[in-house]
């Protein structure tokens, strides 16, 4: 075999199969096209793991089997995007998956007894999986697994006379040594479901949560008991895990419509395909002189605003001379305006969220654009570091 033609084979026994069929079709992308529409399996020796994930939920599952038979050295584990249709055509047996590569290209075999099933291997990148399960964290709840589906089910349960088009949403929290689940209802009473931990549990904050999703994760559970793992960030992952299983779940994003309305305006005013958060959530830009700034969704006002700005200087000390200037720079200033925050002088502008435009949205990342653009070199020259 030379170097462009390499193959490597995996035994896949009935029990590993079954579990497939069990849980994993739960986060599995729904679109083939994509790579997330796929099974990815690592293998490492002995060990392998089998992730899918639809970009909403994530679930993982780590098994012991037979080394992959390679025929080259293979130190490195193994990745390998496996196609849902093998196991979706029959029952469960034992079967060998054999991948072979040429030139560049994967072709996969499913082989069993007295059949055999093709396919091309799918040239995408799976999205990042170890990270996001490294990241986990939060308080851990111990809790019956068949309680906490009964409880998704009852958050799930609509009033009569509601049209609901948009799905459940309900707050999950730990409150006084009870995990707590609150369906809220506009002209409606809560729904509130309340299930008995054991003691020494903390209090949590409370976490928005899809209860269809978190029921789709707990369907395929079959322990009677489960982690849940619920985060101290509001944004941040929810695990459910057993054994050698582990699910994530993104919460709800409450202001998910104006986020992503403020990414697509972004993209458009930036001539850009997308565009990600930076780990406060900003989305930075940088001006035409080089400088940056920075679009915010601030969600701790009402109501909630696009929050267009840049830094002119920092450790600044507040002056009456400093405030003179800001002053002077704002009476010849629309639609921007230069403040003093904790120590640091910055050119802001807020546009109101719900109704954000395009035209709104240029004129605030250009106003602030101009305004760092002019005054950012002469603010630090004067102000930076008199204290």
Known sequence: MTEQ???????IDIDEWRNI????????????????????????????????????????????????????????????????RFFRSKSPEDVTLTVTEIEGRRTQSLK????????PEHPGVFPKWKEPLASLEGTKVEIESHLLLEACEAALV???????????????SVQDGRL???????????????????????????????????????????????????????????????????ALLLPVDRWGEERAQLEKLLCEFLEIESIDPDGDG??????????????????NVQPISAQVFSVLATDVPCTMELLTELNSIN??????????????????????????????LANAVTVVQEM???YRAVLSVFFSGQG
């Open 180 to 246: 707590v689940i609150d369906t809220p209802w506009i002209e409606y009473p809560h729904s509130t479901v309340f299930l008995d931990l054991n003691a020494g549990v903390e209090n949590t904050g409370r976490i928005l949560v899809s209860p269809a999703r978190l029921k789709n994760l707990l369907l395929a559970v079959d322990s009677a008991r489960i982690i849940l793992t619920l985060p101290n960030d509001p944004l941040g992952l929810i695990g459910v895990a057993y054994d050698n299983y582990q």
């Open 5 to 11: 033609n390499r193959q490597f084979s995996v035994y």
């Open 282 to 299: 900003d989305y930075e830009i940088t001006t035409p002189e080089g400088n940056p700034l920075w679009v915010r969704l601030h969600t």
């Open 331 to 360: 009476s010849n200033a629309a639609y921007v305006k230069a403040i003093w925050v904790e120590g640091a002088i910055m050119a802001e502008a807020d546009i109101v969220a719900e109704s954000l435009d395009m035209s709104e």
């Open 112 to 119: 069993g007894d007295g059949f055999e099933m093709v396919l």
């Open 372 to 374: 760092a653009d002019r």
């Open 21 to 84: 069929l069990q849980w994993m079709h739960t986060s599995l992308g729904r679109a083939e096209a994509r790579a997330d529409g796929h099974f990815l399996l690592e293998i490492d020796g002995p060990q392998r793991t089998w992730v899918t994930t639809d970009g909403e939920q994530m679930t993982v599952l780590q098994l012991e089997g037979p080394a992959p038979r390679c025929n080259f050295e293979c130190g490195e584990p193994l990745e390998v995007l496996v196609n849902s």
């Open 158 to 172: 609509i009033p009569w006379g509601v049209e609901n088009g948009g799905g459940v949403v309900a707050w999950i």
